[in-house]
């Protein structure tokens, strides 16, 4: 701590601090603007995708400015994590919660009195609280950071109410620059961010939501655990989160890779706060761990080096989906988001909404979320520009994508779409999926025969096809806005698209399959030789062996960036170190020697 207060004494510049602290050689987007805009005493929203740099924002002012930047974090885990990283820097931060006892509280507010912490983490519950904000307000403040403030607004995917309780800081603290950060916020969660920290007046900061490294791929479901198997045997040797719709299934899933081999753990609330953070702190400091998890796991989790995020049940919402799936590839690498979806899953995330206590209002704007993410999972064209075209945002087709890379097939389907649509009508609108599907195909159920339907004109007509095809038909022409459902009974229902082609006025063409099997592997980003494997592999065991001796995840000894970047580059002195990303001054004085060993070995 003290080599860091000597240089921050003898260099105030902000690249200076940016490389010697951090260890990056340049500012990413606007980060360089938000910190001047904090040091000079003004306030901020920041909009900027998962693995963007946010962090930077606040961590560079808390370092220049006099005072304890407060910094107000959803997640005992996360704060952890954070403050674990900062120390490996070299920067004095702490974090209160409630895992910690009265007597280690206590050291701490005796420390910021005495001014030797620079950033302190706490929870939105306590960040509120009388006893806390009677103590800050005796001391000196630098800043106050709100992470993951998309948790403020009931629109949000991931509401805390005790976020609202924030808007406390603006009233008690006008003076004191505040800062709100956050990956996904539409218009409703950012317009309560903005009302509730008081910063309708405050600069805007928001960058693309583009994510270059990240390929984004989707499957339909068919034999789930199967297609999963087949994904992970392309990335034994990586790291990646797999989620799932419910705890049940997170253990049955986690339980299943284990007997097959798999270095897996299990995450959901359902676990006791021992064990979730057992199976994190394994996960953070592992290369190739899955963590299988509930969305209770990663809001705003810190492990760059996740190389997958497997969603083995459909997200509920664009958002929530954007967000999980923004925390592969965060150290900039290539990394993959693939999703496995059906039909039956759909239907099941509809009702839960409608038959939520949530208002109709909430609804409505959560089924308009659901829809989204439909269009991008069934979409034929470029899923990146899919995706970021449902955010708000424009861009050219990837290049990169499951559907950029094998173009879907598309077939004249106006017939069959007239058969369906015809069903529909003929039973007025009052069945669902399964037994139109049961009337196209000519089956004798139970229900055809009390309903008698068998004596439709359109019972047998799609016998050639399987269910599995009509299904995906009637899937598609929901995705396309041709049908509609109703989720309270889930019956399909016909509306004004549907009248051209039922009467033979539009044709309409379908994607035959818009599902890969296959996933482009990621290994051949290291374009190792055989040395540099070697060098690689030694380097990884002694990040290992640090991280646990350390107490911290292994990124916060050297990212996987840094270490490809030794790997390849191979600095034969401490100037050569230096300049490697992620290798800041306390970096170079703690680990520079041993790194230079290593690399010696394979000169």
Not at 287 to 314: E, S
């Amino acid at each position: 701590m003290l080599r860091l207060r000597k240089l921050l004494n003898s260099n105030k510049d902000l690249h200076g601090i940016l490389n010697q602290v951090f260890g990056y050689a340049t500012f990413r987007g606007e980060q360089q603007q938000i910190i001047e805009q904090i040091i000079a005493g003004g306030n901020a929203f920041v909009l900027m995708p998962t693995g963007s740099g946010k962090s930077l924002c606040y961590q560079i002012p808390a370092i220049v400015l006099d005072g304890v930047a407060i910094v107000v974090s959803p997640l005992i885990s996360l704060m952890q994590d954070q403050v674990a990283t900062l120390k490996e820097l070299g920067v004095a931060a702490s974090y209160i919660a409630s895992n910690l006892d009265y007597p280690e509280i206590q050291d701490i507010f005796s420390n910021i009195r005495k001014g030797q912490i620079k950033l302190l983490y706490i929870t939105p519950e306590r960040a509120s609280s009388e006893w806390f904000l009677g103590f800050i307000a005796n001391i000196k403040v630098s800043l106050f950071a709100i992470d993951e403030a998309h948790c403020i607004s009931h629109w949000g995917h991931d509401f805390r109410p005790e976020y609202q309780k924030l808007s406390v800081l603006a009233r008690n603290f006008p003076n004191v620059p505040r800062l709100a950060l956050t990956a996904t916020a539409d218009h409703y969660t950012k317009t309560d961010i903005l009302h509730y920290l008081g910063l309708k007046e405050s600069p805007q900061f928001s960058a693309s939501f583009l994510r270059p490294n990240l390929i984004y791929m989707v499957n339909e479901k068919n034999n789930g655990k199967k297609q999963l198997l087949d994904f992970l045997k392309e990335h034994l040797l990586e790291s990646g989160i797999i989620y799932c719709s419910s705890r049940s299934r997170v253990d049955a899933l986690s339980e299943f890779l284990i007997n097959e081999g798999y270095k897996a753990k299990a995450y959901h609330a359902g676990l006791s706060n021992e064990i979730r953070e057992i199976n994190q702190t394994e996960f953070l400091q592992s290369n190739n761990n899955i963590m299988v998890a509930t969305i209770a796991f990663g809001l705003g989790i810190d492990k760059p080096d996740v190389r997958f995020v497997y969603h083995f049940d459909m997200p509920s919402s664009i958002d929530s989906f954007y967000q999980e799936s923004g925390r592969a590839g965060r150290d900039g690498m290539s990394a993959i988001s693939i999703v496995s979806f059906g039909f039956k899953e759909i239907l099941e995330i509809s009702q839960r909404i409608i038959l939520s206590e949530a208002s109709e209002l909430k609804k409505k704007y959560e089924l308009s979320k659901l829809k989204k993410i439909i269009q991008f999972c069934d979409t034929n064209t470029c899923r990146v520009q899919k995706l970021l075209s449902l955010l708000g945002e424009e861009i050219a087709p990837c290049g990169k994508c499951d559907n950029c890379i094998n173009p879907p097939k598309l077939i004249d389907a106006t017939i069959l779409t007239q058969k369906i649509l015809s069903t529909i009508y003929r039973l007025n609108q009052k069945f669902g999926t399964t037994h139109i599907v049961d009337v196209l195909r000519g089956k004798s159920t139970i229900n055809i025969q009390i309903w008698e339907h068998h004596r439709l004109s359109t019972f047998g007509l799609c016998n050639e096809y399987s269910s599995k095809d009509l299904r995906r038909t009637i899937r598609q022409l929901y995705c396309k806005g041709i049908i509609d459902i109703d989720y309270h009974t889930s019956n399909l229902k016909l509306n004004d698209k549907s009248l051209p082609i039922l009467r033979g006025k539009e044709d309409i063409h379908l994607a035959k399959s818009v599902f890969h099997s296959n996933t482009r592997s990621i290994s051949d980003i290291w374009l190792r030789t055989e040395i540099e494997e070697r060098l690689y592999r030694d380097i990884v065991m002694w990040r290992h062996n640090k991280a646990v001796s350390h107490k911290v995840s292994h990124h916060a000894i050297l990212s996987d960036k840094t270490v490809y970047e030794i790997v390849t580059q191979k600095p034969s002195d401490i100037d050569g170190l230096s300049g490697i990303y992620g290798i800041g001054q306390v970096k170079l004085t703690r680990f520079g020697k041993d790194l230079l060993n290593l690399v010696a070995h394979y000169k």
